[in-house]
């Protein structure tokens, strides 16, 4: 079974549930379990525990993560609820990323030093690591996938953030 009980957000006319990088569920209003969400496509979607809406188009951008992958995988759901669009970002490892922020123009995306490490686990150490030697790279990334910039900072960790905008030119990013 799929534990979706991260998140719930109603998009495209349906209520669906969510969960960290994994198969979205889709639900009934009165919570009953419908099935897997597929997104208008012949299979079903994995999203992660936060995604967020265009404030103009409404159109929703999802994010999923690889565990064992140096990858994201974005996705653009229209309105309506149908994927229109998947693109693949490139991090240097298998990075915990469980949020991000969106822009007028711009997918905000924190690859923060916590990663993935099999070798780690077999050696009976925690399968997710701190690697501060990796620093934290902040991609801003067009929201049609076509271009990503990144800026290196120190190493650090964010796990939700609230907001995100641009001003003067510049991105400003909310976040505990």
Known sequence: ????????????????????????????????TLGVWKAGTATPIEMGAHNRRHPRTGVLFALTYSVEKPMVTFHQIDATGTLVKS?????????????????????VLFACPAVFDAAAAQKGQPFL????????????????????????????????????????????????
């Open 1 to 32: 079974k799929n534990g979706t009980f991260i998140s719930v957000m109603y998009h495209g006319g349906k209520l669906i549930a969510l969960n960290e990088a994994s198969t979205t569920c889709e639900m009934s209003m009165e919570l009953d």
């Open 87 to 107: 693109f693949p970002i490139t991090l240097a490892a298998p990075t915990m990323i469980h949020d991000f922020v969106l822009t007028e123009s711009y997918i």
């Open 129 to 176: 690591q701190w690697k501060p030697q990796m620093g934290t790279r902040i991609g801003l990334i067009a929201l049609d996938g076509s271009s990503t910039t990144w800026v290196d900072a120190d190493p650090f960790f964010v796990f939700h953030f609230g907001n995100a905008f641009e001003r003067g030119g510049q991105v400003v990013v909310d976040y505990v």
